[in-house]
């Protein structure tokens, strides 16, 4: 059914769609800035809690796991509670983990209240893009997805500038405090700005999908981000928890297809145009997240920039998203995803590839206008192909579309994750590995090289293997982002079969027969 005001104005985005946005996007801020964020305060936690590495590293595993329990269940909380009172909840979650964590008194207390704080962040996402989606209608949903871009683009570039930050000018616990204000405004705000009563009270919870698919892709996340610490997907703590999960997400398949009302209505891959974004999708998570995570580690590590310079060294990839990316939201609700997400997948393969000649000196020029271009991709593609999946959804089927997208992005942004760590650590050598954890720390840098055999009382020597030492990782992301332009090529293939022409319901009155690529 199509709004008023999308039946008035079919292309532009009315104010009453506007208002709602606002709500969304300072949740979706919140929930993505604290993954990124977190990622720089890890030194910290480990001075502060008399940590390891590896300890401090589960106060984002314990966050991820966190999301990828509970984001299964957002298609029945939203028909069973209605989207404004999930969302609202979720807030107050976060906010409560949020304060929580800033009180954390050792390691362990504060992977335990990320863990509350990932489960009301997990929420924010796919319950934002139901009321959008609903409230805009489908012939908008490009447009849509276009505004919740900017949280999903911001979080990680932002992130690093913002943590640097706070930890310098006052203390890791505002990492978290920050929140509050953010989340007061948004919790007043979506209590006047947000549609109710659109739940549907009598829907029961599908309680042996929740236990088989929530355990599972908690698990089988578990494993994927093991895997980057013990540098090796053929360790029983990787693969063990692996196998499990992803035993549960069959069980999990085969029982959505046995039963009336599953827990996430694996139905809507018969839906060709959502199961080819899916497929572009999954791709394209895999290559572009699993790269991201290499930028700001050569700008620290080799470079030796701080973490807040870092961060501003990647700003160039968000703005050039955001020059595209209203385009593309616009332009895929009138003549469908398809050549949008071709031309952005070109774009990021060349940025991407800029990379691979990474070396000690290279040009900061050079690396930035290769972000910008990503950026520029960026824009034309993980919006319109979200687009392009749920645009074809009618009224009841937006809620498990929106479900299932988010947690396939969040489990193929934690594959590609894991499958570039491993690729990159393996290729080191063990020198050049201690010198990584150093993370740039000069005394440290001297201890690893003590430790390898490096005498450190002839400067010349310490010298020389320091500068072999830092040659050799740079060459070694120079040949991980090989492997990244790879990835990002392959996502052509899938893309190339993305409707190319404006996408209607299927079943809806107006429905025209798009064919899944035109030549």
């Known amino acids: 059914m199509t709004s008023p005001a999308s039946a008035s104005a079919p292309d532009k985005l009315g104010r009453d769609v506007f208002v709602v946005a606002g709500v969304i996007v300072l949740g979706a801020i919140m929930s993505i800035l604290d993954v990124t964020v977190v990622s720089v305060a890890q030194p910290t936690f480990i001075t502060e809690f008399g940590t390891t590495s590896a300890g401090a590293a589960w106060s984002m595993t314990g966050y991820t796991l966190a999301l990828a329990a509970v984001i299964p269940t957002a298609s029945w909380a939203a028909s069973r509670f209605g989207t404004k009172r999930v969302y609202m909840a979720s807030l107050v979650l976060f906010l409560i983990g949020s304060i929580l964590c800033a009180l954390a008194w050792n390691i362990g207390s504060l992977v335990a209240f990320r863990v509350i704080q990932g489960f009301g962040g997990g929420l924010l996402m796919p319950i934002g893009m139901m009321i959008m989606t609903r409230a ?49 405004i948004a919790l007043v705000y979506a209590w006047f700005a947000l549609p109710a009563n659109d739940q549907e009270p009598g829907k ?31 360790a029983p703590r990787v693969y063990i928890p692996m196998i499990i999960g992803a035993i549960l997400i069959a069980l ?46 050569y700008f620290i590590i080799v470079r030796g920039e701080s973490t807040l310079m870092a961060g501003l060294l990647l700003a160039p990839q968000g703005l050039g998203a955001m020059l595209t990316m209203p385009i593309a939201g616009k332009m895929t609700d009138k003549i469908g995803p398809g050549k949008f997400v071709l031309g952005g997948l070109f774009l990021i393969g060349i940025g991407v590839a800029a990379f691979i000649t990474l070396g000690t000196d290279t040009s900061y020029w050079f690396l930035c206008a290769a972000l910008f271009i990503q950026g520029l991709g960026m824009g034309m593609t993980m919006m319109p192909i979200m687009s392009a999946a749920l645009a074809t959804l009618r009224g009841s089927e937006i809620a498990d579309g929106s479900t299932l997208m988010n947690a396939i992005q969040q489990t193929a942004s934690s594959i590609g994750t894991g499958v570039i760590t491993v690729i990159f650590t393996t290729m080191l050598m063990p020198l050049s590995q201690a010198v990584m954890q150093a993370g740039g720390d000069k005394a440290k840098v001297g201890e690893a090289m003590v430790a390898n055999g490096v005498d450190v009382k002839d400067p010349a020597a310490v010298a020389d293997a320091g500068g072999s030492v830092i040659s050799d990782i740079a060459s070694t992301y120079g040949d991980t982002f090989i492997v990244a332009t790879v990835l990002v090529a392959l996502t052509l293939i899938p893309a190339f079969f993305l409707p190319r022409r404006k996408l209607v319901a299927e079943g809806s009155d107006n429905e025209q027969k798009v064919p899944v690529a035109m030549h």
Do not use: C
């Open 204 to 234: 029961k919870i599908d309680v042996p999908g929740l236990l088989m698919l929530s355990p599972g892709l908690a698990l089988f996340l578990f494993g994927v981000s093991s895997s980057a610490e013990e540098r090796t997907f053929n």
């Open 136 to 184: 805009a209608g489908p012939e908008r949903v490009g447009s849509v997805m276009a505004v919740l871009g900017i949280p999903m683009l911001l979080g990680p570039i932002m992130g690093p500038i913002l943590g640097g930050w706070l930890i310098e000018i006052a203390s890791w616990h505002w990492v978290f405090l920050i929140n509050i204000p953010i989340g007061i």
């Open 252 to 297: 999990f398949i085969r029982h959505a297809f046995r039963t009336t009302n599953p827990l996430l209505d694996l139905r809507l891959f018969r839906n060709s145009t959502l199961r080819i974004s899916v497929i572009t999708m999954s791709l394209f998570a895999v290559a572009f997240f699993g790269a991201s995570l290499l930028y700001p580690q």
